[in-house]
């Protein structure tokens, strides 16, 4: 990036596995009205959570290479699982910033935390990777991390089910031995779990904290656009592209339960010229 002026003017990248990294890319949106947004969710390969960490970084390598057509700027991986698994390798290989939503999550819980007893929800991809742990405790080995998998959560949030009896009863199952542990502090650590933030809270009780690792990705977003000198000069405000590997019919459905309002642009890419 030679030309900061020029590269200024480029969008930010970011990509998911699905609809789920919608929340931190609106987060980003609603932060950053005047940067130019390419949202890249990768709904022909879907879940990534079930996927082998090599599989998920082929993945990953390959989102990358799509938005790296657009010139971007910058790349957001708005998803924990290719977080955990190709984060450093693509922060190694491409010569642009690269974020990931895992840090911003764990820094935000150590942050809040009073007693030290931190959870973390997500796929059961994250969970078994043990990156939330390992990148908390890398900054205060004194806390105590528990960490459940929670896999049901992402059909109910892609089916808009935010609440009623059985997304309750499934989430007491869940986080009944979390709440045990007496954690005052909750990382959700999957992008699709901020839309059931209500029915968690009401499990867990008001007294947990819930930690939204999109919220905390758009900030360091804008952290990173500054220290780069990345933030984009014209003040125009402008819709994101959305892209999509599978039916954009059937992520427009889904995905504005995530956006909040309708999807303009989406449009079909062929991955698999870049796998």
Request: one cysteine or more; aromatic letters at 8%; proline letters at 4%.
């Amino acid at each position: 990036m030679n030309d900061l002026n020029a590269s200024s003017c480029a969008p930010i990248g970011i990509f998911d596995s699905g609809v789920g990294g919608l929340t931190v890319c609106r987060k980003i949106s609603e932060l950053l009205p005047f940067e130019k947004i390419i949202y890249l969710g990768d709904t022909a390969r879907v879940p990534y959570g079930s996927k082998a960490p090599e599989t998920v970084l082929r993945y990953a390598r390959s989102c990358a290479a799509v938005l790296l057509k657009y010139k971007i700027k910058m790349l957001v991986i708005a998803c924990n699982t290719a977080t955990a698994f190709a984060l450093e390798a693509l922060q190694k290989e491409l010569d642009i910033p690269v974020l990931g939503v895992l840090r911003p999550g764990a820094t935000a819980a150590l942050s809040r935390t009073k007693n030290g007893i931190i959870g973390v929800i997500g796929t059961r991809g994250v969970i078994n990777s043990r990156s939330y742990e390992k990148t908390l405790k890398a900054q205060r080995p004194d806390i105590d991390v528990y960490s459940q998998a929670c896999p049901l959560f992402v059909p109910f949030a892609e089916e808009g089910w935010v609440s009623g009896d059985a997304l309750f009863h499934v989430a007491r199952h869940y986080l009944e031995d979390l709440k045990k542990k007496k954690i005052d502090t909750l990382v959700l650590g999957c992008t699709h779990y901020p839309l059931l933030k209500n029915t968690i809270q009401a499990v867990l009780g008001e007294d947990v904290m819930l930690v939204d690792s999109a919220e905390e990705t758009a900030k360091d977003v804008v952290e990173s656009l500054d220290k780069n000198f990345l933030f984009n000069k014209e003040k125009e405000v402008t819709q994101p592209l959305f892209l999509v590997t599978d039916s954009p019919e059937a992520f427009r459905s889904t995905g504005e339960k995530f956006w909040g309002t309708s999807l303009m642009s989406v449009q079909w890419v062929d991955i698999c010229s870049t796998s």
